[in-house]
């Protein structure tokens, strides 16, 4: 055993040079999206998506996953683009369900299409879904989601989870300035209400198409001051150091929500996520500019071997902090570093 790594069930896993292990995998598994949130992909923009044969096949996903459980990853989620978009995505859970070691398998979408698709999900070994709204208001909605979307489809698409098994769900909620900040507490009682889970995001700087800039972010401290004001709430201790969310308790029912904090205060030090874009390429970090393509080296014709030799080589090299750097950048006045891959290609 050398110093940046350990041994586990599956065999070495190396460290990054900050010590972080690799335990979650985030799988993009198209690039494609029926909505144009104005957050992630406006829609005053022409996208050019990837063609199908440029796409991981089901069979290279699940080769990849099984030698990446060997290097550590224990969850797995499927994002996107909109992965409910993704042909047969039922077959890629099922397979990947099956993969040992692999001890939580989560999707998240922006739900449109989960009433018809929650039941063959759950079937097919999908343990959770993360469902992404940022409005209750039809106008709203309609207008962060880009394309005419109506909120009581996913909201339906929601409660049809929850009766298939998703649980428990969570709801991821981007908070943007002069768009929802008004509706954080609306949003809290609506899902604390049926027990969901919301996670309240800070704007991030993904991209480069947002529009991003820091006095549209409302931070975590403002979020839970508003949902404090309409409820009393407590602290809950993170079930894993590598968790990004900062979670609290509604004292009258034990139901959660969480914050999370990525502008105002940064949590690179437990990172300890990887993800795959669409067309097979690794990052390290959410905002990398770049990341190199397993998919080729598959179809060049690597073996399980020069892979692994290959993966466990590039995360002993990570030293990703993006989110911390940027800190530092803002408090010296500086803006975030300018080149970033775009969310939709590698999923949130
Ligand atoms: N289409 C699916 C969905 O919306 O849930 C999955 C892909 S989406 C890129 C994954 C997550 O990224 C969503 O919860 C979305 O809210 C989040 N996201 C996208 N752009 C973001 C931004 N600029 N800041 C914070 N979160 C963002
Ligand atoms: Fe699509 Fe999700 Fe991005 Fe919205 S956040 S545009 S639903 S990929
Ligand atoms: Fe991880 Fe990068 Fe996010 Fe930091 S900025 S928490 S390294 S994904």
Not at 40 to 52: G, H, N, Q, T, V
Not at 212 to 232: K, N, Q, Y
Not at 311 to 339: F, I, K, M, T
Request: hydrophobic share 40%.
């Amino acid at each position: 055993m050398t110093p940046d790594s350990t041994n586990g069930a599956f065999g070495s896993q190396p460290r990054d040079r900050l010590g972080r292990p690799i335990r979650d995998l985030r799988i993009s598994v198209i690039d494609r999206c029926n909505f144009r949130c104005t957050f992630c992909m406006p829609a005053d923009r022409e996208y050019r998506f990837l063609p199908r044969q440029q796409l991981m096949t089901f069979e290279e996903i699940e080769r990849l996953v099984r030698l990446f459980v060997q290097l550590g990853v224990r969850k797995l989620r499927l994002t996107g683009g909109e992965p409910l978009l993704r042909r047969d995505i039922e077959e890629l859970v099922r397979i990947l369900a099956a993969v040992p070691g692999i001890e939580d398998l989560a999707l998240t979408t922006n739900g449109a299409l989960l009433g018809a698709k929650a039941p063959a999900l759950a079937d097919a070994g999908l343990n959770r879904v993360t469902v992404s709204v940022e409005s209750l208001r039809a106008d709203v909605f309609g207008r962060v989601t880009g394309l005419g979307h109506s909120v009581d489809q996913v909201l339906d698409g929601i409660d049809a989870a929850a009766a298939a098994g998703l649980g428990p769900i969570k709801i991821n909620t981007v908070v943007m300035k002069g768009t929802n900040e008004g509706e954080i507490a609306d949003i809290a009682g609506y899902f604390k209400e049926r027990g969901h889970i919301v996670r309240f995001i800070e704007f991030m700087d993904v991209g480069t198409v947002n529009d991003w800039s820091l006095d549209r972010v409302v931070t975590a401290s403002e979020i839970t001051g508003r949902i404090a004001e309409r409820w009393p709430l407590e602290p809950v201790d993170r079930a894993q150091a590598s968790d990004v969310a900062e979670r609290f308790r509604y004292l009258d029912d034990g139901v959660e929500f969480g914050v999370i904090p990525s502008i105002s205060r940064p949590f690179c030090g437990d990172c300890a996520r990887a993800r795959l874009s669409s067309d097979g390429r690794l990052y390290t970090c959410l905002f990398a500019d770049t990341g190199p393509s397993l998919r080729d080296r598959l179809r060049a014709g690597a073996t399980d071997d020069d892979l692994l030799a290959f993966l466990a080589g590039h995360w002993r090299q990570r030293e990703d902090r993006y989110s911390e750097v940027r800190a530092e950048r803002l408090r010296a006045g500086l803006q975030p570093a300018a080149e970033r891959v775009e969310m939709f290609r590698i999923g949130g």
